[in-house]
């Protein structure tokens, strides 16, 4: 069963400090990675999505690696800011099968900068 | 350019009573599709469309209808609430098949039926 698996479940830090968001995924055959931010009581927005043969991506502060041997994928942000208090959500695409849209979608980190 | 819209943004139900979300799309995609996400839990397919006239089941599809006549719109349709369907739902477009291009999600509507 294809699985996408988050950690932390929550993660406070300050605001300034830089903070690494893990994804473990088993989904099989494996088209592509994709971060997601979600603001509270907003839809999810595209931060990065990378393929099999990319293992690195940024996006302003937000960089993204990709390991397709180890199946995990990590997200850091760099020097946070108060509006990056949001949920992280970890998704990933088979390339046939998992389902009609091919997605498996974690559970998502919740992220808290404070001041 | 307004995106994905969803409407209304926020609905109490009570048992039994039916509701239809609204989703509407500006960017001329094929593609749309409608999730649900409870509560510490990943986003769920409910059902998708792959262009007008077209839709098919996703995961979770039963207490649930939708249709696409036109390839902007795409409304869910709940026709017997129960408490189990208390939810944030999201519609989403996407040029591609199986969202492997970018997926645009609307702001979402958040349902409790009591």
């Known amino acids: 069963k294809n699985q996408v698996e988050q950690s932390p479940q929550s993660l406070i830090i300050l605001e300034g400090k830089n903070c690494t968001l893990q994804c473990n995924y088993t989904v099989s055959p494996f088209s592509n990675l994709r971060w997601y931010k979600q603001d509270t009581g907003r839809g999810p927005v595209s931060l990065t999505i990378m393929t099999f043969s990319e293992n690195t991506k940024s996006n302003g502060r937000y960089t993204a690696t990709l390991d397709a041997d180890t199946k995990q994928s990590s997200l850091h942000i760099t020097a946070s800011q108060l509006s990056d208090s949001a949920s992280y959500i970890c998704v990933v695409s088979a390339s046939s099968g998992g389902g009609a849209d091919g997605l498996t979608f974690g559970k998502g980190t919740h992220l808290i900068i404070q001041p | 350019n307004a995106g994905v819209t969803q409407t209304p943004k926020f609905r109490i139900l009570k048992i039994g009573q039916s509701m239809t979300l609204q989703c509407t799309q500006d960017?001329?995609?094929?593609?749309m599709y409608w999730y649900r996400q409870d509560p510490g839990m990943g986003l769920k397919l409910i059902y998708y469309s792959v262009g007008a006239g077209i839709t098919d089941k996703g995961e979770v599809p039963n207490g649930y209808n939708v249709s696409r006549s036109t390839t902007e719109d795409f409304p869910l349709r709940l026709e017997l609430a129960a408490p189990s369907q208390t939810s944030v739902y999201f519609c989403a477009s996407g040029l591609g098949s199986r969202l492997n291009t970018e997926a645009f999600f609307g702001q979402g509507t958040r349902l409790t039926v009591v």
């Open positions: 960017m001329n995609h094929n593609y």
